[in-house]
């Protein structure tokens, strides 16, 4: 079962701001979400995803130093713990990797699709 807790809609100025801000295209539904919702917190089947809120995600993407030492990616949230979950820049596929030790080296393959890693249907 999965089980998704929204956070309020952010504000369209945000969105925008997100996306000129951001280098590369984010998967198809990346946005739609977040349109409906500033992060959420999801519960698949007892796997957690704390989906961070869009208006964060380049500040933390920044404090994480991700340019460094994972260049190819974009984290966008969670596990609550030790796992990150990313964007593949160049593909739009998403990947976890550790936040300690984060690189292309450490990133595992999940899906091909947002919708699918959401649990939800496009």
């Known amino acids: 079962m999965i089980t998704i807790d929204k956070n309020p809609a952010p504000k369209k ?4 701001f997100f996306v ?3 280098n590369f295209q984010m998967p198809v539904g990346f946005i739609d979400f977040f349109k409906e919702s500033n992060g959420a917190d ?4 007892g796997d957690f995803i ?4 869009i208006t964060d995600m380049l500040e933390l ?3 994480y130093q991700v340019n460094e030492y994972a260049p190819e990616f974009f984290l966008i949230g969670s596990d609550g713990g030790d796992t990150a979950f990313a964007i593949e ?5 998403v990947y976890e990797m550790p936040f300690i030790g ?3 080296d450490e990133a595992i393959f999940i ?4 919708s699918d890693f959401l649990g939800i249907s496009n």
């Open 61 to 63: 993407n920044e404090d």
């Open 89 to 93: 820049k160049s593909t739009g596929n």
């Open 50 to 53: 704390l989906l961070w809120p």
């Open 20 to 22: 000129r801000n951001v």
């Open 13 to 16: 100025e945000d969105i925008d």
């Open 102 to 104: 984060m690189s292309k």
């Open 111 to 114: 899906t091909n699709t947002f």
């Open 42 to 45: 999801i519960n698949k089947n």
